[in-house]
């Protein structure tokens, strides 16, 4: 994949290299360096964040059709054409968060709240952030971020520092969704999303509006 300005000029092939740093920042999660210090989730989080983000509001060129994830299991090959802000989300869903190794689904917790909570801060100090694609595909897979959070906090394997950053990032996607539908008032689409996001949230913690 490429980066491209506006005009289409000026294309970088990033190559190969970008590939291995961020599977090296994935492999941190549920490690042995992460035994050793469980916040270093947070770390790789906002790493992947700034990977995540890097384009802002510009393109990204690609010889696949990537405008939907694709379901079923993790695929490499694929996972490698993705845009940045997909790649991230698909390799955080397909892969770390349906591991079978404990450790690395708990250590996703923090990285996912670091994901969701860049992309609500981003756009409640700047409503026009939520044009930029990192928070757009924030918006598109919230109700699969929250019911991973809601997951996450029933796992009687999760720790401390998992349960604290499901918790914050729930809050995160009620301020992303917030933002959202403020900004695209009358959008049917938009009011399904939180309809959907509600509806989870309820079916979790019981039928009370005190969430």
């Known amino acids: 994949g490429a980066v491209a300005d506006k005009n289409g000029n000026n294309s970088i092939d990033l ?11 994935f ?11 469980d916040e270093l989730s947070l770390a790789v989080g906002e790493a992947l964040v700034n990977y995540a ?7 990204w060129s690609t010889d696949s059709d990537s405008s939907e994830l694709k379901e079923g299991s993790y695929v490499e090959s694929y996972a490698f054409e993705l845009p940045p802000h997909q790649h991230v989300i698909y390799t955080m869903f397909r892969r770390e968060m349906v591991s079978s190794n404990p450790l690395k689904r708990n250590s996703s917790a923090a990285s996912l709240l670091a994901m969701i909570g860049h992309a609500s801060r981003m756009a409640n100090i700047d409503p026009s952030s939520v044009q930029r694609a990192f928070v757009q595909e924030m918006w598109k897979h919230l109700t699969l971020f929250q019911s991973s959070f809601i997951k996450l906090l029933a796992d009687p394997k999760s720790k401390q ?4 950053s499901c918790c914050k990032g729930l ?3 009620r301020g992303l969704a917030v933002v959202i539908t403020s900004s695209n008032e009358g959008n049917g689409e938009s009011q399904s999303q939180v309809e959907t ?15």
Do not use: H, M, W
């Not at 492999?27 to 210090?37: F, M, W």
């Open 15 to 25: 190559g190969p290299a970008r590939l291995q740093c961020v599977e090296a920042i």
């Open 171 to 173: 809050a995160a996607c």
């Open 27 to 37: 492999g941190i999660l549920g490690s042995a360096v992460y035994r050793k210090d």
């Open 161 to 164: 520092l998992s349960r604290e």
């Open 197 to 211: 996001l509600n509806e989870q949230l309820l079916k979790a913690f019981g039928q009370t509006t005190n969430y």
């Open 53 to 59: 983000d890097a384009i802002g509001q510009g393109e």
